[in-house]
């Protein structure tokens, strides 16, 4: 089973939120990482936006390694 947990850590500011994020295949956590400042009125639609684009970014900074 495949899991993408998105943990509000509660230290985000007014509408700002700070986000640990888990990948885990079964119990294995396989990635982990993190978003902050996520606008809470882009909705959790928004917060996985946001988290795809910083995975491109991760991405093609290994490419061109």
Do not use: C, P
Request: aromatic fraction near 6%; avoid cysteine.
């Amino acid at each position: 089973m495949l899991v993408v947990a998105f943990h509000n850590d509660g230290t985000g500011g007014e509408g700002m939120g700070n986000y640990n994020i888990t990948v885990q295949i079964n119990h294995k956590v396989i990635h982990s990482d993190r978003i902050e400042n996520h606008d809470r009125s882009s909705g959790w639609e928004g917060l996985i936006q946001k988290y795809a684009k910083q995975l491109e970014v991760v991405q093609s900074d290994n490419i061109t390694q």
